[in-house]
């Protein structure tokens, strides 16, 4: 048993920063992949960053530049560094996780486990 709990959303201007966390508490396994994920109003959830535990790091095309995914020493907070936001980044950001051998990153068919996602709201 695996709880996700994202944390850090809000309404900033277009340019501005936030920076999302994931707790991730219960079991964990040693092989993993943990990403970001965001759903816009009328749009697919896409995956935005992503790393795993073979220390491998994936990024949206989209967001490269701007936003830094990254994990605490415990490796069970998961950290999304977002500056030099648009308006396009708007949505509902959530966080994924799988354990098993790590592998299609940013494909949101591979993760089976999900937290209920924090609100990021940028303004023109």
């Known amino acids: 048993l695996v709880q996700l709990v994202e944390s850090g959303g809000g309404s900033v201007q277009a340019g501005g920063s936030l920076r999302l966390s994931c707790e991730a508490s219960?079991?964990?396994?040693?092989?993993?992949?943990m990403a970001w994920f965001r759903q816009g109003p009328g749009k697919e959830r896409e995956g935005v960053a992503a790393?795993?535990?073979?220390?491998?790091?994936s990024y949206a095309e989209s967001v490269k530049e701007r936003f830094t995914v990254s994990q605490d020493n415990s490796k069970k907070t998961l950290y999304l560094q977002m500056n030099s936001l648009k308006p396009e980044d708007t949505a509902i950001y959530y966080c994924?996780?799988?354990?098993?051998?790590?592998?299609?990153?940013?494909?949101?068919?591979?993760?089976?486990?999900w937290g209920q996602g924090t609100q990021v709201t940028v303004a023109s």
């Open positions: 994924a996780l799988r354990f098993g051998i790590p592998g299609e990153a940013l494909d949101r068919e591979y993760y089976n486990h």
């Open positions: 790393i795993d535990s073979d220390g491998d790091i």
């Open positions: 219960g079991y964990f396994y040693s092989s993993y992949s």
